[in-house]
């Protein structure tokens, strides 16, 4: 529930978002300017800071270029983090925008440069109003998603803990929602990933006398197809797994039979359970089927971030503030969890809070998340800030009034 008094404010709240949608949306150009990948983000963590400087938020650096920042209320109260990630893919843009990328080959392909404005849209707002709440708003703004994974450095580094955040939010761009309005799910939303790579050792020999050697190409595409089976008879039909081979690379010439071949996969999972049996089954498939054909297999398991599962009760708060902002309306309830991953799901395992899909599509058909073509509506960087902005009050307001 969020009490009147707060309710009051969201229309004030919004007016203000697009008060600042000039400089919000400036802040965004700049950053998509100049995309970095992983943990190398220097020129985009130097420019959250100066922002959070200006706003009289102190921070701090965590896992090498993640930022945190911490804005104080008028009084102790809970504290409650917002989570904006900041790296880019290596993709060449084709967006035909003004601010196109200037650096080769790299991208704000995925959106995390909306992520950034929208966190420090609503970061202005909560600034102004730092005399009218309790407690602590602490902006987590990270490094890494894209790749090996910026949260768990951060909560290595104590990101969580200084002063002890008690729930967390974040958002992501939906090109399949449309700019001006969000959508919630309470409970899982983003599957677990694992990374698989596969060795099929064989005996090479003369392709037109294959019976002296074992055929590591033979027995890898008998593997490929076998290990389907894993998904379509080892997985209740109720639950979702998706297990996807990638890349192959075996042979040198072709009158030659192969005596090695490497494969590297992934395995997507939303339940741990299911998660834990397939890591197992998946293994026994590979190493049985290559038997079967006189090779060896080994696997190399690489675990990737777990299962996103989202507090239904800060879910409906998200809901709530974001319908008090944007309208009910625009406020969509999704049913059915990604295969898709984030590893803010490292965050909420050891607290709780909710992931809700920014909409930034402008028109049917945008590109997707990942394309060279991805061009998000920028008008949905102030819903970003209000929302958010609500969130973090709604939390606050509600906690302390209990």
Partial sequence: MVHDTQSAGWDKLRAEALEDAQETVRLRRRIHEHP??????????????????????????????????????????????????????????????SFASKIPGVMHACGHDIHVAGALGAARLLAR???AFRGSVVFLFQPAEETSGGALPMIRDGALDSPRVEA???????????????????????????????RITGKGCHGAEPQRGTDAILAAAHVVCSLQHAVSRMTDPNDSAVLTVGEICGGTARNIVADCVTMKGILRTLSSATRARLLSEVGKIACGVASAFGAECTMTHVPGYPCLVNDAALTEL????????????????????????????????????????????SAAGAAPLHSPRFDPDERSIPVAAAVCAATCLGYLDDVQRK
């Fill in 129 to 131: 109003r730092r005399d």
């Fill in 168 to 198: 967390v939010f974040s958002f992501h761009c939906s090109p399949d929602l449309a700019a001006g309005t969000i959508g919630v799910a309470p409970g899982r939303f983003r599957a677990a990933s694992d990374m698989l790579d596969f």
């Fill in 318 to 361: 998200v809901a709530t503030c974001a319908a008090g902002v944007i309208g009910g309306e625009n406020v969509q309830v999704i049913r059915e969890p990604s295969m898709g991953v984030d590893d803010f799901a490292c965050f909420l395992e050891r607290v709780p809070g909710s992931y809700f899909l920014l909409g930034t599509a």
């Fill in 36 to 97: 970095e990948l992983d943990f190398d983000l220097p020129h985009t963590a130097g420019i959250v800071e100066a922002e959070l400087s200006a706003l009289g938020i102190p921070s701090r650096r965590c896992a090498q270029t993640g930022v945190i920042g911490v804005l104080h209320g008028s009084g102790t109260g809970r504290t409650v983090g917002l989570r904006a990630d900041m790296d880019a893919l290596p993709v060449r843009e084709e967006s035909g925008c």
